[in-house]
């Protein structure tokens, strides 16, 4: 705030000099009598900040039946949108959605929604997949994840190439994992190197490129990453932090998407609790998710994105309630 501290012997005084030095319309923060005379604390009216209207959100109109689910699955962070599709599919059907507690409503509900989520588990059986993102939303700990699984629960072999070379520090976090792992680690500072890297682990089952994290607003970075990963043509596997506000996250899947999307990958889903946004956004790009990220340990912490599940979370409270209602 920019307060100006004015004093004078008498009051009108001292508002004259406030008149003078930060005009008429001065906001008068203090006024106070002291010893010598008054002191006015004001504030340029230029310094006020001004606060967007409040624009009252109107109570989404929900049928009567569908009210509930609604209101549980927005408490997920489900958008409106994915709910209206919901709510949609539901008038259809003979479900009386014009009086409230049939049971079976969250049960189509879900399955609906089941249905509107895309899922894939392509990345087991892809040979190559590049890793892309914005900054710190967890790339290289997903890549170590899936690498260790591959090994773990499918004895497959695994190599790993970073092209983030942006910083040291990253080279040697992956190269620690890589060794840890026990698997190949090739360093690419080029197209060429990384087009050589791949040529030379293609008899490995999987070959996994960790990339440099970028704004999504650096069009010319994503640009650059688009042209380096061209070069090998691998599986686009977007990682997406669950945390972003959707406004942001839209904007990182619509930049990132000119690189050619292929999968996404929703990461620190332990980190929100509306991780129904990133969900929908999803939904409605109609990006099919291969994982969750649930937390740092590698490589516990990822599960396969599976529909039913993810359904069953955003539209029953909790598992029993959904045992009972199938
Ligand atoms: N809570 C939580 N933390 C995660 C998850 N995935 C990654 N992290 C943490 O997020 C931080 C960043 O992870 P990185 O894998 O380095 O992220 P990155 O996308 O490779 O980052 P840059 O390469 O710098 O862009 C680390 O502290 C990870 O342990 C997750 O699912 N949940
Ligand atoms: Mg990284």
């Known amino acids: 705030m920019m307060l100006k501290r004015i004093e004078a012997p008498t009051l009108q005084e001292a508002l004259t000099k406030v008149e003078k030095e930060c005009g008429k319309d001065a906001l008068l923060v203090e006024t106070k009598e002291t010893h010598r ?15 967007p209207p409040r624009k009252a959100k109107a109570a989404p109109d929900w049928t009567p039946g569908f009210a509930e689910v609604a209101a549980r699955a927005t408490e997920f962070g489900l958008s409106q949108g994915v709910l209206r599709a919901i709510e949609k599919a539901l008038i259809g059907t003979q479900l009386r959605l014009d009086r409230t507690g049939d049971p079976a409503v969250p049960r189509v509900a879900s399955k609906v929604l089941q249905a509107l989520i895309k899922t894939t ?5 892809e040979r190559l997949t590049a890793f892309v993102g914005p900054t710190g939303v967890g790339k290289t700990t997903t890549l170590a994840k899936i690498a260790a699984n591959a090994i773990r629960e499918r004895n497959e072999s695994v190599a790993i190439i970073t092209i983030d070379t942006y910083r040291m520090a990253a080279v040697e976090q992956l190269r620690a994992m890589a060794e840890m792992l026990n698997v190949p680690f090739e360093v690419a500072f080029t197209p060429v190197d990384l087009k050589r890297a791949v040529q ?11 990339t440099t994290g970028r704004s999504p607003f650096d069009r010319r970075a994503i640009e650059a990453l688009r042209a380096t990963l061209q070069t090998c043509n691998p599986h686009i596997a977007m990682c997406l932090s669950a945390t972003s506000r959707r406004l942001d996250a839209e904007a990182a899947l619509e930049n990132f998407n000119t690189i050619g999307l292929d999968s996404l990958i929703l990461t620190k889903w332990d980190e929100t609790r509306l991780p129904g946004e990133a969900l929908s956004l999803a939904i409605e790009q109609s990006l099919p998710l291969s994982h969750i990220t649930l937390g740092q340990e590698i490589p516990d912490d990822i599960v396969s994105a599976d529909a039913a599940a993810l359904a069953a979370s955003a539209i029953a409270a909790n598992e029993q309630e959904m045992e009972l209602l199938l």
């Open 37 to 51: 005379g008054f002191v006015v604390v004001a504030q340029k009216p230029e310094a006020v900040i001004p606060r």
């Open 121 to 125: 588990d392509e990345l087991s059986g």
């Open 200 to 210: 030379k682990h293609a008899p490995s089952d999987h070959i996994l490129i960790d």
